[in-house]
């Protein structure tokens, strides 16, 4: 099963994919009512030396009324602000989709893991040295 499919996950209201999204006027909603706008384009370098591009949507701070909303506000007084990736969630969606509608995954359940199952209960292996097929046969084989 997929955390993204589990109970906890679709009732945390941090998680922005349980935000409400319009697409048309590029803003989120988040559960308490606070409209997230669009702000501009960004990206970091991770450690690898990858760059990640990222949409900012930032909270408004006014109300409807004109009134000053403490939920758009952190601790010290900043507006909030989220950063999404666009890129990443996209492939996500695409694993997901993939994972859900094939076989092969429910089936490694049965195929792979008692295999390993079976090595670690009965042999006592607790961690492999090698990989791939050709070198464990390799390595299991005895002189």
């Known amino acids: 099963?997929?955390?993204?499919n589990?109970?906890?996950?679709?009732?945390d209201?941090?998680?922005v994919m349980n935000w409400k999204y319009d697409a048309q006027n590029a803003y989120y909603v988040n559960p308490v009512g606070v409209r997230f706008n669009f702000k501009r384009y960004?990206?970091?370098?991770?450690?690898?030396?990858?760059?990640r591009d990222f949409k900012v949507y930032?909270?408004?701070k006014n109300d409807e009324n004109h009134h000053i909303n403490t939920q758009a506000l952190t601790?010290?007084?900043?507006t909030k602000y989220i950063m999404v990736n666009p890129q990443w969630e996209y492939f996500k969606a695409k694993t997901r989709k993939s994972l859900s509608n094939s076989n092969?995954?429910?089936?490694?359940k049965y195929d792979v893991e008692t295999v390993f199952g079976n090595l670690k209960a009965y042999l006592g292996f607790t961690r492999f040295t090698v990989r791939g097929l050709k070198k464990t046969k390799d390595k299991l084989e005895l002189p």
Request: glycine fraction near 6%; proline fraction near 0%; aromatic fraction near 18%.
């Open 13 to 15: 209201d941090r998680k």
């Open 1 to 4: 099963m997929l955390k993204e």
């Open 58 to 60: 930032q909270a408004e």
């Open 6 to 11: 589990s109970r906890k996950w679709k009732s």
């Open 104 to 108: 092969n995954y429910s089936r490694r």
């Open 75 to 78: 601790l010290y007084g900043n």
């Open 42 to 51: 960004a990206y970091r370098n991770d450690k690898y030396g990858f760059r």
